[in-house]
């Protein structure tokens, strides 16, 4: 199979640029298999996802070619960039506490070959979902939080992933919250699954809440987490309607159905690195 790789990148707009990229590509006989493009006008930035291969003698053997080719194109318009093989799939740590439909769902993904990602570790504040992790062969660290050793344990989960070269923590409904160190430390990085279609309904039990004020739509929302509580970027939304007949027992269900769909659906755009961040929110290549 030929080798494809994928470029990302973010820059002040200006005119020329997708031409200096696309210009690049075809003078390395690379052959473009999928390009998406937004222009942020109001913010004056410009987002770019290219996916391609190489279609000629011209084309670099190397990766570490390519990367070094583009850096002019990167240097003339001042380029946040990223240069990957497809095949080069971010490694992620998940976080739990006690739920388990998130975690099945994303194990279930990841084995059967549909979450584009390497997972090196789950990390749970209980032990409930240990055996459900090491069914999949995967190792799961026990690290009980309390408010006396809130900071070790955050720090034990920095230290794992540094261990893992994990380049995202997924939060898999875990039920702390991070401390603004901890936010701070991983922005970007840091992808949650809310319990709400976000801003609504935020904390405890809030499917209850939800049943008492009669609503028609409930939904889930992932983001990167961020310093202000639940007001990180948002990455995916989803929605179903109820109505007066739905219980809280049927909204717990149909909103455990929606957070493992939406936040799957984060995972694997993280993945393919398809989410870009614009300020407080995210271009998203779908």
Known sequence: MTDTYILTLTAQDRVGLVAAVTGFLANL???????Q??????RDRFFMRVEFKGAGE?????????????SAVAEQFALRWQLVSSAEKPNIVIAVSKGSHCL?????RWKTGSLPVNIAAVVGNHENLRPLTEWH????????????????????????????SADYLVLARYMQILSD?????LAGRCINIHHSFLPGFKG???????????????????????????????????????DHRASVEDMIRIGRDIEA??????????GERRILLNGHRTVVFR
Do not use: C
């Open 37 to 42: 493009q937004y222009a942020d006008l109001a």
């Open 104 to 108: 099945n769902d994303l194990l279930h």
């Open 181 to 185: 160190r901890m936010s701070a430390e």
């Open 58 to 70: 011209k084309f670099p053997a190397h990766l570490s070619e390519l990367k070094s080719g583009f």
């Open 204 to 242: 405890a039990k809030p499917y209850h809440r939800a049943h008492e004020r009669g609503v028609k739509l409930i939904g889930a929302t992932a983001h990167f987490v961020s310093e202000d509580l639940d007001e990180g970027p948002i990455i995916e939304q989803a929605v179903e309607r109820v």
């Open 137 to 164: 062969d995967l190792p799961f660290h026990h690290l009980p939080v309390s408010d006396d050793n809130r900071a070790e344990q955050e720090q034990a989960i920095l230290d794992l992933m540094d261990q893992n």
């Open 29 to 35: 006989d690379g052959f473009i298999l999928d390009s």
């Open 261 to 270: 769909q939406v936040l799957a659906k984060a995972v694997k755009w993280a």
